[in-house]
């Protein structure tokens, strides 16, 4: 299976690696940019003996290792 | 308008970050773990006004400045 997980920073959490995107897309001429927020995309191969199986598994990861629950959201998608 | 944008590595690109993710997952227990590839994800606030014009302007933003399209491959989505 293959599982497409997306981790993002809070509402509220400072993005300084978004802000600076930001401007450097605003030098760049694009100038109706209103904000940038930066996070990760992961893409995970793995095997599972089904659909609620593979959700349960990729949630452990999720809050186990790959997102900082403290200051970052995710979300995941799951294709057999 | 909102883009969301995905950013991967190739095929074939080598992927340290995802390899150093997958195996720190197999210590955590992830046994049926096959593969991890590591992107980007970001999401744009801006404004066009149209549709149309959103694509471009997102797919400029792409080309000129967020991937590295030597290596990189990018996806996005807008919402209106």
């Known amino acids: 299976?293959?599982?497409k997980v997306y981790i993002s920073l809070k509402e509220g959490i400072l993005d300084p690696q978004g802000k600076a995107v930001e401007?450097?897309?605003g030098v760049?001429?694009?100038k109706t940019i209103r904000g940038v927020r930066i996070g990760k995309y992961l893409e995970i191969d793995f095997d599972a003996t089904s659909m609620e199986?593979?959700?349960k598994e990729v949630e452990a990861m999720c809050e186990k290792l790959?997102?900082?629950t403290v200051i970052e959201t995710y979300r995941f998608e799951i294709e057999p």
Request: glycine share 6%; proline share 0%; net charge positive.
């Open 1 to 3: 299976m293959k599982a």
């Open 23 to 25: 401007h450097a897309l």
């Open 28 to 30: 760049l001429g694009f």
């Open 53 to 55: 199986k593979a959700n």
């Open 66 to 68: 790959l997102a900082n």
